[in-house]
Structures are given as C-alpha cells and as structure tokens.
C-alpha cells in the first residue's frame, strides 16, 4: 500500500468513500480504480500458469469438503471447510488449510496413473520449504507455486497416505510425484497435451475466486462448478449473497472491474461481465452466479464413491496416530457458547456464533450505543399494546408477537428471522409519507425474496428480516409492493420525528434493560425451567395455567430516566421475564432482583425497572 501514491491514493480513498447502490453499482456513478491500484491492494496471479495451478485447487475444494464429512463419525451436519485464510502475492499464494483438511485436499489434486488416464492434477510436485509445503507443477512455469502454511514432513506423508484410501486406491499407492518426482511421466505428457483447454477458459476467474476465499470461510460448507461460461459458486446459510455479490463487483477488491451484478433473482445472484469475450473458445466466462441451498435438516446417509466405511475409518485413525491430532477435538469457546446460545434462543448455530461477545459471553447485549437505542426503542413499540398501553404509542409493532420470529441479535445488527418477513417488514416500513410504521425506518435494500434490510435514520441502526427458507415461503406469498414503501432516500417526516419526540428519556443502563427485553422475547432455558413463549403462550404447559386476557392482549412499558415499569395481562409469568434476563449465560451482566412471583424489581446499575405481570 505504499507505492499508492498521488493520484492513485485520490482514486482509492473516493472508491473507499463512494456509496453502494442495491439497484446498480454505485449511487454516485461508476467507480474506477486503476488496475495498478487494485493490483497493489490486493494482487491478481501474475501469469497463466499460477492462475491455472490455483483454478485447480479451486476445483478440488468441493470433493475437499465431502470427504471431511467422512471424518469419523461421519455427518452431514458437520461444517466443512477446507481453506481457512488466504494471503495472496502476484507471483505465489499462501493457503492455510484446516487442521483436517490436507489429506481430503490431496485426494483430489495429487497425480495417479489409473488405467492409462491421469487421475488428479497432471504434472503436480511438492517440495518442502521450512515448515510449509509449496505445490507447483513439474516441466512449467518456475515461478507458479503455491504454499500450503504450517505442513511438516510428518503431516504431508500422513496426508499422503490417508489420501490414497480417500480416493479409493491402497493405502501403499504411489502418486506420480513419488515416481516421478523431477519429470512429467508419460501418462502425463500425454493427457496435458489435449486437456489444457478447456481448463485455461476458467484459470482467470478461478484464480480470483480462490484468492478472496476468505469471503465463504463463515460459510458451513460451499460446492462450486464451471461450464458454459459460467462458474457457479452455492453454499449454505451464511453468509448472505448480497454481501459476497458485493464483495466480488467492488471496484477495489473484486474480481475485476469489466464485472457488475446483472440479476438478483428469488434463489441467485449473476454476476456478467461487461461485454462478452470476443472469441468464445479462448474467452473468459461471462458469468459468475451465486446460489444459497438448504442446509441437511436430517443426517440422511453418507455415500463413499468407492472403498469401504472400515478402511476410511482405519485410515482417519492411522493419520490420527502419526500426526498426533484427535480426531474429534473439543470446539472451541466461540463455537461452544454459539451453540448454547442457540439452545436459549432458537437461533440457528451459525447465526448465535456470529452473535457471541469477544469474551465469549452470549452477547445478546453486546452492542454498539445506535443498536441499544434501537432495541430501546423496539421494546417500547412491542410492550405497549392494547388497553394498558401508553396512549403516546399508537403503532402496530406490538403485533409482532402474532408471528413466529426469532431475534438473532449482533454487536452492530440486529437479524429477525421468520416465516413471514414481508409481513413483519410492513409492520416496521410504512407508506410514502403517512409517518405509519416504525418512525424512521426505512428500506434500504430487498438483496432477494425473503430477506429486507432497515435501516433506522434517527439512530443509524440497521436491522434484517429475513426468512429461512426465501424460495418457498415466496411462492407462498408472493412479492410485496416495494414502490410503495418508504426507501432510505426519504428523511424523517414530521410525523415521525413527533412520535419519537414524545418518547421519554432512558439512561444507558435502563436502555439496555429494556432492550434485552426485546432480543429476550422468543428466550427459553435449555433445562426448560422458563419461557417467554413470544409473550402469549406457555411451551412449558405448566399448572395452574395463566388465565386468558378478555379482548386485546394488553402491555404497558412507561417510565422516565433510571425509573419505569412493565406490566402485562396473560402470558409469560412474570418469574420467566426475570430468569431471562438474569441467567447466568443469556442474562444481562450484572443484573440484581428481588421480589417474588408476580411483582419484581430488576436493577442494573442506578436503573430499576418494575416487572408486574397481572396474571
């Protein structure tokens, strides 16, 4: 980044300060950055062979990725990932793997002669360079190499050896780097001869895809394909498409500035190039389309292409052995607090990880002071509802307990998950200019179907509806009518800054009091000894039941500074709303109580909120 300089600096700080559209590619116009500068930032492979070395272990990923799934025991909900970071130069790449991943990765890339036809990457060598191990391919280019971080002589022949059972052949079977170790055999004289082609159309863009594979690391597992003109990138859950399709058509840091999004559809993304290339045989691929699938919801069966169940495990255990690596080591604290999270919040595992604390604490109340007043300012909106509610808020937010949602708060996000999300998204966007909805929530951007992305003018927060599953439920549904929703590029109107001004002041304390209130609502402990039941019903079935309100459900949340009081008609106990906001893991930190069922004062700090269920 030092060689940035002068007008090439000026051109980057106004890409880094230029506006992202959803609708095209930039608000301001077009951004260019001289290749120079995006070279320097971050490095394109110098040449045709290091692009094709890398497009080759690009491709190898996927079959990477099915047999870390055979790590005994073996699961389909296990997640998968190969290449963990990457660090890209222009004349090398520097991959660090998984701590399982080597030998799944060298079942496929690592050369054997099998009936005649090379089986892996033809003319793929190794050598030993310190504590790492650089690929390159014998008889080619010198210079196009990449390193694998941290593989002693210890864990490549471990790998090695695991490798071979993988794919099917002995475990004693030699690979063409160890009988020919300095030269092409003749096999692979041959088979390079005629199968170059096809592959050198890919090597560009696969190349580049490789190199920002740090975008699909938090992804639980990614499949990728390429053929007419295409490449074809799919994986599960997170992270969303909106945010990688962005990535990938950055003027800075995407894969090249001739790309920009074309369609954003119900189930993918395309990205095009500009133009087409001019001879479609030599060409590059026009596009990239980018794809989420449905994680398994049930084990289902593990198919091995060939070998048997016994020799895959022997062999995970001799490579376990040699390498003194468990097979199953303990995860780790994020990992573990994610999952119990999410055993409190219904989250799903990857959504409660991103959530965490930095000190692995759950981290529902770890935000930033814009998501506090947000969440805040929800609260209110939901515990003020029929006839007990305070007459200042007149909004339909409090229905939201009518759906099913789960609230996946993050330090700068706050993520709703539900089987309704257009529904629950009017609940908060409103019309044109009638001031309805949330005051001063505004659309920002529909990345597909299922998924609404807020933004809330007065705080800057930004909040996500999103659903699980965007295909179905949209043919369920059917699209909203988004042109008449208020978008981002609408101010506050005057109605809107009336109904926020005659909200009362909260202290810091009291905000996140009352705003832990809101991410608790779907909360329930993992031992089943509370829950909030999204407060209008009882999961737990418990006797003598609450009884019924008459009418309306009906909430009242009012107070003033360090001082307010929640009270409620039905459901949850009011023991529930304590526990959940005193647990030793999903609580706030540093909450005190007293009282008893159903009266309760809940203190943080100088704030004290009075917990009141009428029953």
């Known amino acids: 980044m030092e060689t940035v300089v002068g007008d090439d600096r000026t051109a980057l700080i106004a890409a880094l300060t230029a506006r992202p559209n959803p609708a095209g590619p930039y608000r301001d116009g077009p951004v260019r950055v001289p290749e120079r500068v995006r070279h320097a930032v971050l490095p394109d492979a110098g040449g045709l062979a290091q ?13 990477t990725v099915d047999s870390l799934r055979w790590r005994p025991p073996g699961s389909l909900f296990r997640p998968a990932q190969a290449v963990i970071s990457v660090r890209p130069g222009p004349d090398q790449l520097v991959l660090q793997l998984s701590t399982f991943a080597l030998g799944p990765l060298l079942s496929q890339l690592l050369p054997y002669d099998v009936e005649d036809t090379v089986s892996g990457v033809a003319g793929l060598r190794h050598r030993h360079v310190g504590a790492d191990v650089e690929l390159y391919i014998v008889e080619g280019d010198p210079c196009a190499r990449v390193r694998l971080a941290g593989i002693t002589r210890r864990k490549w022949f471990a790998a090695v050896g695991l490798a071979s059972v993988l794919r099917g052949l002995a475990p ?46 938090p992804a639980r597992s990614v499949s990728l394909w390429w053929g007419h003109d295409t490449w074809w990138l799919e994986w599960t859950e997170e992270p969303l498409r909106r945010d990688i399709a962005a990535m990938l058509t950055n003027p800075i840091v995407g894969l090249s500035a001739e790309l920009h999004v074309s ?7 395309t990205i095009l190039r500009a133009e087409p290339a001019a001879d479609p045989q030599d060409g590059e691929p026009r596009a990239v389309v980018l794809r989420h699938t449905d994680a398994p919801t049930h084990e289902g069966e593990l198919h091995f292409r060939s070998g048997t169940l016994d020799a895959v495990r022997r062999a995970w255990e001799l490579w376990s052995r040699d390498t003194g690596t468990p097979l199953n080591p303990q995860p780790s604290p994020k990992s573990s607090a994610g999952q119990l999270r999410a055993s409190f919040t219904g989250e799903h595992v990857s959504a409660a990880t991103a959530g965490v604390g930095p000190d692995d604490s759950s981290g529902l109340d770890h935000c930033s002071p814009a998501q506090r007043e947000l969440r805040f300012l929800l609260a209110l909106y939901t515990f003020n509802a029929g ?24 330090h700068d996000e706050l993520v709703l998950f539900t089987d309704a999300p257009d529904n629950v998204t009017g609940l908060f966007v409103g019309d044109h200019g009638d001031g309805a909805g949330f005051p001063g929530m505004r659309l920002e951007e529909r990345p597909n179907s299922g998924t609404f992305c807020l933004l809330h003018l007065p705080t800057g927060a930004r909040m996500t509806i999103t659903s699980r599953d965007e295909a179905a439920r949209y043919h369920r549904t059917g699209r909203p009518r988004l042109d008449c929703w208020v978008s981002a590029e609408q101010p506050v109107v005057d109605q809107e800054r009336a109904a926020l001004s005659i909200i009362p002041s909260a202290t810091p304390a009291m905000m996140t009091l ?15 000894r509370w829950s909030l039941g999204m407060w209008w019903r009882d999961p737990l079935y418990r006797e003598p039941a609450l009884p019924l309100p008459r009418g309306e459900r009906s909430r009242r949340l009012w107070g003033a500074l360090d001082q307010w009081e929640l009270t409620w008609e039905g459901n949850p106990f009011a023991a529930d709303v304590v526990a959940s906001l005193s647990d030793p893991f999903v609580g706030i930190a540093g909450v005190a109580f007293s009282g008893e069922d159903p009266d309760y004062r809940v203190c943080l700090d100088e704030a004290a909120l009075r917990v009141h269920g009428r029953g």
């Open 387 to 410: 006839p007990l509610g305070a007459e200042a808020i007149d909004r339909d937010i409090g229905s939201i307990i009518a759906y099913t949602v789960v609230v996946s708060p993050r």
């Open 514 to 528: 009352i705003g832990g209130l809101f991410t608790r609502i779907t909360a329930e402990d993992v031992d089943r």
């Open 263 to 269: 369609r954003v559809g119900e189930e993918s993304v």
């Open 51 to 63: 692009q094709l070395l890398e497009a080759r272990i690009l491709q190898a990923i996927p079959g």
């Open 172 to 217: 004693d079977a030699r690979w063409l780097g160890d009988t020919h170790p300095d030269t092409l055999s003749a096999v692979e004289r041959d088979y390079l001869q005629d199968a170059l082609l096809p592959v050198r159309k890919f090597a560009r863009v696969g190349s580049a895809l490789l190199r920002r594979w740090h975008l699909f690391v």
